[in-house]
């Protein structure tokens, strides 16, 4: 047994050696199979550069998943959708976005030293593949969907939203998920006159423009985001064109790996079929009184919905009295989709809008500016029934918006010192609700906005501007109000904006062959668009700028994508909208900016000696702080000798100045000349020397014991010196470094070669207005 025993125990050692091996062996050949089976495309761009797309190597549980790769950017996207329906009746996708701070080799800087909440650049990026995604889900797909866009490594060359839209599009189309895609996304940046493709940051710095644009096949634009330098409508349309045609590109490519490794896809449930003798009744029932309804053109916003609501209630009733076993859901959602269907056919036959305006006509409008005597400044701009008011708060540059690291090496800046705060309260609609933390439409809408009023706001403003916009009624592009409120405002508080900016909303209805969204067979494009049109309709683009250009523009498409003509033609329409609302905005503004405001802020530079510095400042800042607490002014410093001043009020700046005046008054101090003679006052003595002073309001300086006499001494008692004797010293001006001044006494052991001037006492004839020399020369001066 125990031999037995110990051929059991060498086997097993022997197959310690042995099975490693083997594992290796075996580890090497599946990754080996694995490499070979990696889904990868790598996709070549007009500028030379490659974008990399890869899948089955990460998060292989997710129902798809591609890392896109361009430089050293990695972005991983998951995607995933529930396997049930939640019956609901829209399609319940989330788009989550995460920029993690280690993608950068960073570490976050909050207290906890841990990615939080997500950021406003998260929360834009994740509405920027939102939009780009969603209008391509079949109509029938109502599953819970999650899109995650996981930063793997961001370098400092390649901005990774934009190839966090290619990551999600690849993903969804390796995926098992029901999806109409492919997309392809570019950025587009404008370089003298150059359109560049996908550009670097530091070529960003330079460009004019920076769009984002999503397309799918056959040159169908998706999705359009961006910010212009006043962009000519030229240049942006060849912009679109360019990032349209190098899309292409990368749909090719997706559709290449989609065909090779891409699951297939999951069978959709067909939505309920309602009877057709349903829809006959409904249609029955409320056709006429629909027309009716929107042929009065009396209606305004609540009117007509109260009308359409009551209509919907009586439809419900006398159709579920004749088919009582239907459910009234049923009924009506059936209501529902043909009030859509009435609404889009009255406007494709009668080129005539609900409210009786044409295809082109603009809704009323009525602006006003300097509402407020106490605010620096403030607009009301009324279009319609949208009403948005701003105001204007400007302050010290040094409450301007610091950015966080990441968002730094993203965007490139430290700081904004022009931001502006969109806020649409419940009531703006009619409507109760919580007011609490900003939600993401606001930070989208508000972004918007602020990009389209970045571009005419000087780089060089002594302020930090704060617009603040508050929706105080809303039926439709509030946001584009908010540009031409804001850019009233601005005027009105002073700020020396280049030119005057205004937005328009355009809006869109389509009419396909039997339902097929590749064949486009009639459209109306509806400028300056409302509520329900927006609703009802297939398009919301916003365009913001001035009349040399574009400044923001955003495309929201709701079809699976829209020719270029059709957006070329929506550009030219919001362009000429666009100079109609200048118009009216230059006869409001015109007169108010010639006003001066009392409440403006002013700002002034103070400089101080170098001694003076600790006397102003105070112990531990105590006279800067009660200099705010009195005046509200703030001292800011740009040098050890040099601040910069802001304050509320003009008033408050000559409050300031006298109390630094005060503050200052004692360290008032004569010219001295370089190379006089001075008469000096010891008032102690000390291992290293005597501290003197030269005039009464002097502050002690120490005169060292290598400048009292030409002999070494090791105390200044060996020359008989006390506390209170006079001697005379010659001065050579302040230390560069500590402001102190350079006195000598060994120098004048010789003959003397200067007058000896008294800075302490006048003598009786300078008292009397005279000259008087005693003394051997001496000469006494008043200080």
């Not at 899948?55 to 591609?66: E, Q």
């Not at 989550?96 to 030293?113: C, E, H, M, V, W």
């Not at 005539?352 to 400044?377: A, F, T, Y």
């Not at 800067?624 to 607490?629: D, K, S, V």
Request: with cysteine.
């Amino acid at each position: 047994m125990l031999h037995n025993i110990a051929r059991f125990s060498q086997c097993r050692r022997k197959a310690h050696h042995i099975l490693p091996h083997l594992n290796c062996a075996s580890r090497r050949r599946s990754l080996a199979t694995a490499s070979l089976e990696t889904p990868e495309v790598d996709v070549a761009l007009s500028t030379g550069r490659v974008l990399k797309i890869s899948s089955g190597k990460y998060a292989r549980f997710a129902d798809g998943c591609a890392v896109v790769t361009i430089g050293d950017t990695a972005v991983m996207v998951t995607a995933v959708a529930k396997q049930k329906s939640q019956n609901a009746s829209f399609l319940p996708l989330v788009v989550d976005y995460r920029q993690k701070s280690a993608a950068a080799g960073r570490i976050p800087t909050n207290f906890l030293r841990r990615e939080l909440g997500p950021s406003e650049k998260e929360i834009l990026s994740a509405r920027l593949v939102d939009r780009s995604i969603r209008p391509l889900f079949p109509a029938e797909f109502r599953y819970d969907t999650q899109i995650v866009c996981n930063m793997l490594a961001i370098d400092s060359a390649n901005p990774p939203d934009v190839q966090a839209i290619n990551g999600a599009s690849a993903a969804l189309a390796l995926s098992d998920i029901p999806w109409n895609g492919p997309v392809g996304a570019v950025r587009v940046g404008l370089v003298d006159n150059e359109v560049i493709v996908n550009p670097t940051r530091k070529e960003m710095q330079l460009s004019a423009l920076d769009l984002v644009i999503t397309a799918t096949r056959q040159n169908l634009v998706v999705m359009l985001e961006g910010r212009g330098n006043v962009v000519n409508e030229n240049e942006l349309r060849m912009a679109i064109k360019k990032g349209t045609k190098e899309a292409q590109h990368i749909v090719n490519g997706i559709e290449r790996l989609q065909k090779s490794f891409g699951k297939p896809k999951r069978p959709l449930e067909p939505l309920p079929a309602v009877d057709e003798a349903i829809q006959n009744a409904v249609r029955t029932m409320s056709e006429m009184r629909l027309r009716e309804i929107f042929h009065d053109h009396s209606h305004d916003k609540f009117s007509r919905d109260q009308a359409v609501s009551k209509a919907r209630t009586d439809t419900i009733d006398k159709v579920w009295s004749s088919y009582p076993t239907v459910d009234p859901a049923v009924i009506s959602e059936t209501f529902n989709k043909f009030v859509k269907s009435v609404f889009r056919e009255m406007l494709l036959e009668e080129n005539r809008r609900c409210d009786g305006r044409g295809l082109d006509d603009l809704r009323k409008i009525s602006c006003s500016v300097n509402l407020h005597k106490p605010l620096h400044g403030s607009a009301l701009f009324q279009r319609g029934q949208t009403q948005v008011f701003c105001t204007v708060a400007l302050d010290s540059p040094e409450s301007a918006l610091r950015l966080d690291p990441i968002a730094s090496l993203d965007s490139g800046m430290k700081s904004k010192n022009f931001f502006l705060h969109y806020e649409f309260p419940p009531y703006a609609t009619g409507e109760t609700g919580k007011i609490g933390p900003i939600g993401r439409r606001e930070i989208g809408h508000g972004a918007l906005a602020e990009r389209g009023l970045v571009p005419i706001i000087p780089n060089e403003h002594p302020f930090t501007v704060r617009l603040t916009s508050e929706v105080l009624e809303s039926n439709g592009s509030s946001s584009m109000a908010t540009v031409c409120a804001g850019s009233m405002a601005l005027m009105d508080a002073g700020v020396p904006v280049q030119e005057a900016a205004a937005g328009v909303a355009i809006g869109l209805i389509t009419k396909y062959e039997n339902d097929d969204t590749k064949h486009l067979q009639d459209y109306r494009i509806l400028t300056d668009l409302l509520g329900i049109e927006d609703y009802m309709g297939d398009m919301d683009m916003k365009v913001a700028g001035t009349r040399r250009g574009m400044t923001a523009i955003q495309a929201d498409i709701k079809v699976p994508g829209i020719p270029l003509k059709v957006v070329m033609e929506a550009l030219q329409k919001s362009m000429e909208a666009r100079f109609k609302i200048l118009d009216l905005m230059d006869e409001t503004i015109g007169a108010a900016r010639t006003v001066r405001k009392d409440c403006w802020p002013v700002t002034d530079r103070l400089v101080i000696e170098a001694h003076q510095r600790s006397r102003l400042l105070g112990p531990g800042g105590t006279n800067l702080r009660r200099l705010y607490l009195e005046t509200g002014v703030q001292l800011t410093p740009d040098d050890e000798t040099s601040f910069r001043m802001f304050a509320p009020s003009e008033a408050a700046m000559h409050e300031a100045k006298e109390y630094l005046e005060n503050l200052l008054k004692a360290e008032k101090i004569p010219d001295l000349e370089f190379g006089a003679i001075y008469t000096a006052r010891i008032v102690e003595l000390r291992d290293t020397g005597v501290m003197v002073t030269l005039y009464p309001s002097m502050p002690p300086t120490l005169l060292h014991n290598s400048q009292l006499d030409q002999r070494k001494i090791a105390h200044p008692s060996a020359l008989g010196l006390q506390v209170g004797t006079e001697i005379q010293v010659k001065y050579f001006g302040r230390d560069p470094v500590s402001g102190y001044m350079r006195l000598s006494r060994k120098v004048l052991q010789g003959p003397a070669t200067a007058m000896i001037r008294n800075l302490d006492r006048p003598t009786a004839a300078t008292a009397a207005g005279g000259t008087n020399q005693t003394n051997g020369g001496v000469e006494d001066v008043k200080s």
